[in-house]
């Protein structure tokens, strides 16, 4: 028993450091990736905009899912499809935020802008909270949902 807390006693501290160790890389990673981030986020809505097939491909996960505020799901294919009915003539994005975990990136914030659905004209604004992983480098999306405002 009396060689028993020790042992426990170091393997707290190993886990400990463990965990406190990953969280500062975590930390270190996140303050030059989350600008890279809003930067990726920024390159996909303007090729959303821009209807932009070549580029939504390179930015979007081939298994990339969309679930629309309807609850709707789309994958990669039907989300680009989309831009064929969809124009956005202007577009403002605003409380954007990005948090990093590993090679996982979170980027939430709001799109407001002026598009034209079917040839009629609409305002709209979004909350969104769009899912990106890191490969080779460079950030791909994976997953995307919006919440329409009133």
């Known amino acids: 028993m009396g060689r028993l807390f020790p042992i426990l006693g170091s393997l707290l501290f190993l886990t400990l450091t ?8 975590m930390t270190a990673n996140s303050k030059t990736d989350e600008p890279s981030l809003v930067n990726r986020e920024r390159q996909w809505c303007d090729a959303f905009k821009d209807a932009n097939e070549a580029t939504l491909k390179e930015i979007l996960s081939e298994s990339f899912i969309f679930t629309d505020d309807g609850g709707q799901v789309s994958d990669q294919r039907q989300y680009i499809e989309a831009t064929e009915n969809i124009r956005v003539k202007s577009y403002t994005l605003t409380d954007v935020a990005a948090r990093v975990y590993g090679e996982t990136g979170i980027v939430t914030g ?20 769009d899912t990106f992983v890191k490969r080779n480098g460079k950030w791909y999306g994976v997953a995307s949902q919006d919440t329409k405002l009133p």
């Open 18 to 25: 463990l965990v406190v160790g990953q969280d500062a890389s």
């Open 110 to 129: 709001r799109w407001s802008g002026w598009l034209t659905i079917d040839g009629k004209d609409v305002k709209a604004s979004f909350r969104f909270t």
